[in-house]
């Protein structure tokens, strides 16, 4: 099986999906997967544009737009998994994951699914350890703290991903496992990009949540993004322990490392994307304490014996089968021709998919729950401030909306092997 992983996608869905059309012509090869690692910009209309992080003048519509409407189909069946700069009001729909558009499948804030028998695991967002024990609090309209901190994450996503037990082949974070550049050549890296040097000697770079998640799963392939370069790292779990093959990815811009081929031993296709067995019991088993004001997860006397709830789960994707609930519109596309950009956000509606993923775990709905007006924003002293000093999501990564040009020209992608 070959699959592309991608960086930061921006949005710009149609260079990506050219570029691998091109890349299979020109090498005379087939791609069965493309991976996105972050900042996917899911914005189907103007009003998501208020639920993305980033200044005004950066906010545009690139192209996601039309495959959500239909205008276009991704020409290759897309996973990604959410970063820093997000249409968060859509990703909240599909918290436990689904599909923003045909064929382009969002992971959800954490999760687990099956492509073929190339099993591939993946958490949404970035580390900040001011709102790392929170609850998910936040609902659109978003304020100016909380279009920051929607997309930081939590530790029940993490604990969730911790419960795993078979073996993951492929795990998508946004941001870097800290301390990931003990394993590769920091050196090369801080002559590119002297500006992390500090962070690197002070092992404060990346993610700690994700640092865990490595040390516990031991992926065969770990590919990120988020910081705008691309940097490989080899991770030897203990003497004579399995190997970790660690990649990061730039963003989608000319000339810059964004794209890679990884070709991984797998079962003849073809291939679909269908839920993980074990995924859904661990998701059934943690939702009674899915915690949605302020007040964190309480993990105390959780039900963590997984062997019934498995066999529980299996009965029912055996009736219901394993493929993920079809698309469903859940917002009028952009439409060029027109602008309501001035209008007010509407109340987020609850997505059809959702409502049929949690019928099949019998489990309530609970996203449209709203916090007590007294836990709907953080104490002062957990609300987000900018600053190096307390988390990367500000570390000077080339500007990370910047206006580099945008002639399309392919970047040099190198196919790595299983």
């Not at 968060?88 to 599909?99: F, K, P, T, V």
């Not at 695991?121 to 998910?136: E, F, K, M, T, V």
């Not at 990931?180 to 700690?208: A, M, N």
Request: charged residues 30%.
């Amino acid at each position: 099986m070959k699959i592309a992983v991608e960086g930061c996608m921006h949005g710009d869905l149609d260079n990506v999906y050219r570029t691998l059309q091109h890349l299979e012509k020109s090498q005379n090869t087939k791609i069965d997967l493309l991976l996105c690692c972050g900042d996917f910009q899911a914005v189907r209309n103007e009003q998501d544009l208020k639920s993305l992080n980033v200044p005004p003048k950066y906010r545009s519509m690139n192209s996601f737009w039309k495959y959500y409407s239909g205008a276009e189909v991704a020409p290759y069946p897309t996973i990604f998994i959410g970063g820093n700069h997000e249409a968060s009001n859509y990703l909240w729909e599909l918290y436990y994951g689904g599909w923003v558009a045909p064929n382009i499948y969002f992971l959800g804030a954490a999760g687990v699914v099956r492509f073929g028998n190339v099993r591939i695991g993946g958490l949404s967002g970035i580390y900040n350890d001011r709102h790392y024990r929170l609850g998910r609090f936040e609902r659109p309209p978003y304020d100016q703290s909380t279009i920051r901190s929607v997309y930081h994450v939590r530790e029940y996503d993490v604990r969730k991903l911790m419960e795993l037990k078979e073996p993951i082949d492929v795990f998508l974070s946004h941001d870097w496992p800290v301390r990931i550049t003990d394993y590769g050549d920091w050196k090369e890296l801080v002559r590119r990009k002297h500006y992390f040097r500090q962070e690197i000697e002070e092992k404060r770079l990346g993610s700690k949540a994700a640092a865990e998640l490595l040390e516990k799963l031991k992926p065969n392939y770990w590919f990120s993004a988020h910081l705008h370069c691309k940097f490989a790292a080899l991770v030897q779990h203990g003497e004579g322990g399995p190997l970790t093959k660690f990649l990061a990815l730039d963003k989608c811009i000319a000339g810059r490392d964004f794209l890679q081929i990884v070709e991984i031993e797998s079962d003849a296709g073809p291939y679909e994307i269908q839920y993980d067995e074990e995924w859904l019991a661990i998701t059934r088993r943690f939702n009674p304490i899915f915690p949605l004001t302020t007040k964190g997860a309480n993990f105390r006397g959780l039900n963590l014996e997984m062997e019934d709830c498995l066999e529980w789960v299996r009965s029912r994707l055996r009736e219901k089968g394993c493929k993920p609930f079809e698309f469903v519109r859940t917002a009028p596309s952009y439409d060029p021709s027109r602008s309501n950009f001035g209008g007010a956000l509407t109340v987020n509606p609850r997505n059809p998919q959702t409502e049929s993923f949690l019928q099949l775990l019998e489990l309530p709905y609970l996203l449209d729950r709203n916090p007590d007006a007294k836990d709907f924003s953080p104490h002062p002293s957990l609300s987000v401030k900018r600053g190096i000093s307390d988390d990367n999501e500000d570390i000077p990564i080339d500007d990370v909306d910047d206006d580099d040009d945008d002639d399309v020209e392919l970047p040099k992608v190198d196919n790595v092997e299983s």
